[in-house]
């Protein structure tokens, strides 16, 4: 990178709340936010938002007629975004690009008109406008009255930090000066449930941590779903608010077998983690908070990935998964939280079942990783200002 990108604000909404010390006392915790649920008479394990939480969205979706034909996806980017742009004061900047990405986009609503379709044979008319994948940052851009760049994308469950990689050439390259990024994803519906379950990866164990992500001897794959919104405000420019900088961005995918596999020594995330280090001694990264989604080949092969790159001085390693389920394109962000509240407070979340790494000594830079299908791998390096 030219220059690092100061991280002015995080906001989330997610299993674990929307407060920050009510989320990092939530880490603190062994406990974990997942719960069996009836999806039309097919019980799963899920993360869903605090019931409060679910109100408070109510609300919103009640504010407008206009916000009543959203879907939840968009309805909680938008109450993210609130809180994201309070933080830092934001809240009559005009000209502040945006990008929030979703991996299943409309979920609820593209289900609800498809099931409608299949009845009746007609399409409601908000069913192509309200399902667009541009909806999210479209209009949270709405919502805060702003004038600058809007735009979605899907990268899958690397989402999220393919925004920050967005956001970050848009300021580099001087044509934005602030940038909301980050990702949205309420996909927590029976059809979505069933594809998972269809690719075998899904949590079946009625377990003490149903999702055993970073449990390297695990015979079973573990994942689990959440849903959530996460979003960060970026700027070139440091500030008294700063939470941590952006010092090194990487990204890489690789050929692959079948539509989800990832290679046994997790190639494409060697070559993202590599790029973000760059010229820094790997021994100087103190901590990883990994993707790791809970399933056999995933968890293992990111830790080949960062054995590979790290060798013997191994950085602590650790994942939110086990807690908050995999939220798609929202998970990268959320792992990012997960690291600017462990830089913030100088202690290190564990996974509580897994011995797989020691605490570090220091936390003065943490790298965050991201993976989804299609290989797509982004890893983000942030420092402690």
Known sequence: MKNPIYITSMASVSPLGEDPKAIWEAYKSDHHLIQKHDFE?????????????????????????????????????????????????????????????????ATGLFEKFHAEFIENRQASTQASPSTTLGNISSWVGQDLENNGVHFSHSVTCSTGLHSVLNAVAWLQSGLADKFIAGGSEAALT?????????????????????CQALNLDKTRNSMVLGEGAGLLCLETSASEKALA?????????????????????GKCMQNSMKMAIGDLDPA??????????????????????????????????TSNKWKIGHTFATSGILNLELALLMLKHQEFISVPF????????????????????GGNAVSILINKV
């Open 245 to 265: 900088k952006i010092t090194g961005i990487g990204y890489s995918a690789e050929k692959l077998k079948h539509s989800v596999s990832i290679s046994e020594d």
């Open 354 to 373: 897994s011995d797989i790494s020691k605490k570090p000594a220091r936390l003065q830079k943490i790298l965050i990783n991201a993976v989804g299908f």
């Open 190 to 210: 029976p059809f979505t449930i069933a594809q998972m379950k269809a690719i075998k990866t899904y949590a079946s164990e009625d377990l003490k941590y149903p």
């Open 41 to 105: 008479g097919e019980e799963a394990f899920a993360a869903f938002l605090p019931e409060k939480l679910r109100v408070e969205i109510d609300n919103l979706r009640s504010e407008s007629a206009n916000y009543r034909r959203l879907d939840l996806s968009v309805l909680f980017a938008i109450y993210t975004s609130r809180l994201a742009i309070k933080r830092p004061g934001w809240e009559n900047e005009k000209n502040i690009g945006i990008n929030i990405g979703s991996s299943r986009g």
């Open 284 to 317: 100087e990264i103190d901590a990883v908070v990994m993707h790791a989604p809970g399933t056999i080949k995933g968890d293992l092969g990111e830790v080949n990935a960062i054995k590979a790159v790290f060798g013997e001085n191994l950085p602590a390693m």
